[in-house]
């Protein structure tokens, strides 16, 4: 089955730094989204970005589908950003399932 | 306001004990799913249903039972055959049927404790 795997695991900033994560997928697929779990478990949903770049104020997202990658931009980073970023690519085998890579977890310090 | 619902938000259980955890969605969305997140890593798919009365196995579902009667509504049983059923679990929903759009939306999740 399609693999997803995401890096860096862990990732430490000063408050104010930017930062890039990065999702690499073993297969093409159609759909991609970004979350950003939050220290009490909430998965909130960041981008739904199959392919092509999307900016939602500090953050933003690009998909190359073609290569096989998505990148998740943070800039300015702020304390609020900590948690856990997922990324999810919908399983190309037509069964609705999910497949979410490992993770990054994030702290940022102010 | 359109979402996803769990109920209750803390559960505590004895062992040898079943218990019903709920999931209700008002997105007319067709799928949903029961994952279960365990500390410091990632989520784990125990069951998924894309239609009403009908549901498949995801990658952890021993121990574990669900059903599908109404379109809004997943609740998952975990059994007294879980083996170690402490754990967060969290229920989502997908793919609006108006728009084909497959984006994924999580409900506030509920964490199981069972001693």
């Known amino acids: 089955g399609i693999q997803v795997e995401q890096s860096p695991p862990d990732l430490i900033l000063q408050e104010g730094a930017n930062s890039t994560l990065r999702c690499n997928f073993s297969?093409?697929?159609?759909?991609l989204q970004w979350f950003h779990q939050n220290p009490w478990g909430q998965l909130i949903n960041l981008f739904y970005i199959p392919s092509g770049t999307k900016q939602n104020g500090r953050l933003s997202a690009t998909t190359v589908a073609t290569e096989r990658y998505s990148l998740l931009y943070i800039s300015s980073s702020q304390t609020t950003d900590s948690g856990v970023y997922f990324c999810?690519?919908?399983?190309?085998?037509?069964?609705?399932?999910?497949?979410f890579g490992t993770g990054t977890r994030l702290k940022v310090l102010a | 306001d359109g979402g996803i619902t769990q109920s209750p938000k803390y559960l505590f259980r004895k062992e040898g004990q079943n218990v019903t955890l709920s999931c209700e969605q008002n997105l007319n969305h067709d799928a949903m799913y029961w994952y279960r997140q365990d500390p410091g890593q990632g989520l784990r798919l125990i069951y998924y249903?894309?239609?009403?009365?009908?549901?498949q196995k995801g990658d952890i579902a021993e121990g574990y039972s669900v059903s599908r009667e109404k379109k809004e509504s997943f609740p998952l049983t975990v059994t007294s055959a879980q083996k170690n059923p402490t754990a967060f679990y969290l229920c989502?929903?997908?793919?609006?049927?108006?728009?084909?759009?497959?984006?994924?939306?999580f409900g506030p999740g509920t964490r199981l404790t069972v001693t």
């Open positions: 297969d093409s697929v159609n759909n």
């Open positions: 999810a690519v919908l399983s190309p085998s037509g069964t609705y399932k999910y497949i």
């Open positions: 989502a929903s997908s793919i609006d049927p108006e728009t084909s759009d497959y984006e994924q939306y």
């Open positions: 249903s894309q239609i009403v009365n009908d549901f």
